[in-house]
């Protein structure tokens, strides 16, 4: 159900995609690293957006649907709303393209994608701010810094 992130058999795809409104199907296969790596996030974001169902299905195990929904990289996440494949991420190439990027940068492009909700900036990655807050509130902490004048 919602709130979980679970596996998915193929016969079971056409069933969810007719219960649930908003779907993020993650197309792995378990010797590919950067899949494990999606799996990680997925699994911190399907608790916090129980709007939507977080599935996975083996992509070895699929080749009807792999060549129906155009799957040829993995790892590869198909946002399905209503019924309809309404976008795609392949690989990590709109998330910094970089192995370590953030689970709030997961959350932001999903929300762009409107496959969840959202309240953040959908304008500006979240990974593009942190630097700035984290340097502002941890070395420039409020205590010491009250105003900008030099003399009291």
Known sequence: GHGKYEEIAEKDFFVIIKESDRIVLHFYRSETARCKIFDHHLKLLAPQHVETKFV???????????????????????????????????????????????????????????????????FNPPDMKKPEKKFCSRIRGSKYNDSDSDSD
């Open 56 to 122: 996975k299905i083996d992509a070895t195990k699929c080749p009807f649907l792999t060549g129906r929904l155009q799957v040829n990289v993995l790892p590869t996440l198909l946002i399905v709303i209503n019924t309809e494949v309404k976008g795609r991420l392949i690989g990590f190439s709109e998330l910094g393209n970089i192995d370590d990027f953030s689970t709030e940068m997961l959350r932001w492009k999903l929300g762009q994608l409107a496959v969840i909700n959202y309240d953040g900036d959908l």
